[in-house]
């Protein structure tokens, strides 16, 4: 009898150890799941902290010291190092690419409806020329309109946090510039803005202060667009006189500046940074490396209307282009460059495209509505048939959640939240 309690006492408490065991190993794949289920809303709902992230662990060999650049120098050895480098991370990071829990699926976008208006800019000069939503707090969206003054808005209270004339007009009688090109910097803990004009000037501003960080003019007709290198403080600004320029914001350095052929109506870096789109005014798309500023590829087969607009999924694979005048929009693969992969039928001239965060929803500004596209053949998923009330869209940008879609338009004051 008491050789077999004992016995059942040792089972007994073998088992109890075992099971403590299982449980501690529990624990640990819980935890463990968690960690991954965090490092994945890193890569995902975070994707452009993360990419400042990468972007901030190649900016210096040692000690964290960029050398100061020089006026005109070109893309210098060391930057291309830094590119290259920042390249591979990203296309390592693209390899775990997926939404998270919770991001919106193709379909959902049928519900889009019209959440918050906001009359951003004047009556007697309406006109929203360009709009930007920031990458980590999404509540917060940028304008610039003909009345040339910039808007910070904050969705969250649906309220103006700073409403400004960025450029100043010296001749007295002389017609203010309109804003053309309203982005946020990526990459900065507080949140800067690029603001370019109709007349050639560009300025990045803290929004806490009355001065701004950088300013030049670096060219002499109208800025059209901007696009920034993934290292975050690199941009490409394009322009009417037909060149765009390089910059280095916070050194306030311009590099280079390129000339072309016709006036640059849009362009867009690819995502790794490598690799540089530009439409022109007579609809050629030519592809660029960055690094050599060689040539790499021209898409002529549509020339006509000028491009209005470029889009590069964050996938790395495909681009769409706009034509001014065209009612289709072409999503080309770079892997098979000059053919494209799908023809976007919409429902009036497209004046915007724009991915979302992971590449597989399209959205098209055309006429005065929206529609969203997904699939293979870039399908119809939703649709918003007036979102201005007056003219037509000539901007829309996903929100970094993709729950929101903002929009404004050239000839209307207000910019429009839409939600599902």
């Known amino acids: 009898m008491r050789k077999s309690l004992e016995q059942t006492r040792r089972e007994l408490s073998q088992a109890l150890y075992q099971h403590d065991a299982a449980c501690r190993v529990i624990c640990r794949l819980v935890k463990e799941k968690e960690d991954l289920q965090r490092a994945l809303a890193m890569t995902s709902d975070k994707v452009e902290e993360y990419k400042s992230q990468l972007a901030a662990s190649v900016d210096a060999p040692k000690g964290g010291f960029v050398r100061e650049e020089k006026e005109d120098e070109g893309v210098y050895k060391e930057l291309v190092v830094r590119m290259e480098k920042l390249c591979d991370s990203l296309q390592e990071q693209r390899k775990q690419l997926k939404p998270s829990e919770g991001y919106p699926k193709p379909e959902e976008y049928a519900g889009l409806k019209e959440a918050a208006k906001y009359p951003a800019h004047d009556t007697t000069k309406p006109g929203v020329n360009d709009i930007d939503v920031h990458a980590t707090n999404e509540n917060l969206i940028l304008s610039g309109g003909n009345d040339g003054k910039a808007v910070l808005l904050d969705h969250s209270s649906g309220s103006v946090v700073k409403k400004f004339e960025p450029f100043e007009t010296k001749k007295r009688g002389a017609k203010k510039a309109a804003i053309t090109v309203a982005r946020f910097v990526p990459g900065q803990a507080e949140p800067y803005g690029l603001l370019c004009t109709s007349d050639g000037q560009a300025s990045v501003w803290s929004f806490d202060q009355a001065t701004p960080r950088y300013t030049c003019k670096p060219h002499s007709a109208a800025i059209t667009d901007a696009s920034f290198q993934p290292l975050n403080e690199y941009v490409a600004l394009a322009s009417k006189d037909k060149s765009w320029s390089f910059h280095n914001l916070f050194q306030g350095v311009r590099l280079a500046t390129f000339q072309e052929e016709q006036e640059i109506t849009s362009l867009q870096f690819h995502p790794d940074g490598l690799m540089l789109v530009a439409g022109l005014r007579d609809g050629l798309l030519k592809i660029y ?132």
């Open 289 to 420: 490396d960055v690094r050599t500023n060689q040539e790499i590829f021209k898409i002529a087969d549509f020339k006509g209307e000028g491009v209005a607009s470029i889009g590069f999924s964050n996938r790395g694979l495909n681009f769409a282009a706009a034509w001014a005048g065209s009612d289709v929009v072409r999503v080309f693969n770079l892997k098979k460059l000059g053919k494209e992969v799908a023809e976007v039928k919409v429902a009036a001239p497209a004046s915007s495209v724009k991915f979302d965060a992971y590449g597989n929803t399209l959205l098209v500004g055309a006429g005065a509505g929206l529609s969203v596209h997904a699939g293979k053949q870039w399908a119809q998923v939703g649709v918003v048939e007036k979102a201005l009330d007056t003219g037509v869209v000539s901007v829309a940008r996903f929100s970094a959640s993709g729950r929101r879609v903002v929009t404004a338009g050239a000839e209307d004051r207000f910019v429009k939240v839409f939600t599902i």
